[in-house]
C-alpha cells in the first residue's frame, strides 16, 4: 500500500477508486488529461493531487506530443537513457511511417517478429508494411519502458480515429551494448479490437 490520496473531496475520491487509483504512486502512472477525463475530478483536485505528488518527489505522467500528428502520453524523460530514447523514436516513426528516420535507429539487417504470425527481414520490408497498414492515429500511451545493456522493452496502446484500439508490447534487442548502437530485432505482441465507429 502506498502513500494515501489527499483530501480531494469525496466524489474525486471515489471516482479515482473506482479506477483503481487509490495512492499517489497509482496517481503518477496517469497524466492530468486522463485523469480530468475521469467523472467527478476536476481542476481543484488535480491542482491538490499536483501538489501532494510534489510534495513527495513525484509527479505526473509527461504528455508530449509536439509536432506529432497525435497525442503522446508517458513518462517519456531519457535522461541518461539513449537506448530508451531510441525505442521512443522507433514508435513514433513506425506511427508515422517515417522512412528516414527508420532508417536512422534500425540496423540493415532488422527484422521484426511478430510470433505465431510473421516475421519480417530488413528495413525495406519493415517500411512497406507500416505503409500497407497505416492508419490515422488519436493518441499513443507509453506505460512503461525499460533498457538494460543490449535489450529493452515498452507496452502501451494506441487509440485510432475510428475508435479502434490497439495494446502492444515491444521487445527489442539492439546490436551491441553501446549507447549509438542501433535496433537489431523487435519482438511485438499486438491485442486488437474493432472500435465503434
Known amino acids: 500500500m502506498g502513500m494515501d490520496l489527499p483530501k480531494i473531496g469525496k466524489p474525486a475520491t471515489r471516482a479515482l477508486n473506482a479506477y483503481g487509483i487509490s495512492s499517489l504512486e497509482d496517481v503518477a502512472h496517469y497524466n492530468k488529461t486522463t485523469l480530468l477525463d475521469i467523472h467527478g475530478v476536476g481542476p481543484k483536485a488535480i491542482k491538490l493531487l499536483e501538489e501532494a505528488l510534489k510534495n513527495q518527489g513525484l509527479h505526473f505522467k509527461n504528455i508530449t506530443g509536439e509536432g506529432l500528428p497525435f497525442e503522446l502520453i508517458g513518462d517519456l524523460q531519457c535522461d541518461n537513457a539513449p537506448k530508451r530514447r531510441m525505442m521512443f ?40 508494411e507500416l505503409r500497407e497498414h497505416q492508419v490515422d492515429i488519436k493518441h499513443i500511451v507509453i506505460n512503461d519502458t525499460i533498457s538494460h545493456g543490449k535489450i529493452g522493452s515498452m507496452h502501451g496502446e494506441q487509440l485510432q480515429s475510428d475508435g479502434s484500439k490497439l495494446w502492444f508490447a515491444d521487445f527489442f534487442e539492439f546490436e551491441n551494448h553501446k549507447k549509438d548502437a542501433k535496433i537489431k530485432t523487435v519482438t511485438s505482441y499486438v491485442i486488437m479490437n474493432e472500435g465503434e465507429s
Do not use: M, R, T
Not at 93 to 120: G, H, T, Y
Open 89 to 128: 523514436d522507433f514508435l513514433i516513426a513506425s506511427a508515422q511511417c517515417d522512412k528516414e528516420k527508420l532508417d536512422s535507429v534500425l540496423s540493415k539487417n532488422f527484422i521484426w517478429k511478430v510470433p505465431n504470425a510473421f516475421e519480417l527481414n530488413g528495413v525495406e520490408e519493415f517500411y512497406n
